[in-house]
């Protein structure tokens, strides 16, 4: 079964494509639009702190553990 292309990807490309998606990204992924394999436990730590921080309102280290993450919109190399 063919994947999908990485989602958050093909909305990077839409916005920056007037709110469109690119001809070009179609609905089975290539080399360029494939998920980006991340460690479940570093994706769960990030949206743990993140939430904190929005709860509590105290710097929990979420900015450091979401840049520890892959840039899933792929405007830089990860």
């Known amino acids: ?44 730590e990030a949206a743990r702190k993140v939430l904190r921080e929005g709860v509590l309102h105290k710097d929990q280290g979420a900015d450091k553990a979401v840049d520890a993450l892959p840039d899933r919109t792929r405007t830089k190399k990860a």
């Open 1 to 44: 079964m063919a994947k999908q292309p990485e989602a958050l990807a093909t909305f990077a490309a839409s916005a920056k494509n007037a709110g469109k998606k690119p001809k070009d990204i179609g609905l089975e992924a290539t080399p360029k639009t494939k998920a980006i394999p991340t460690d479940p436990k570093k994706k769960n």
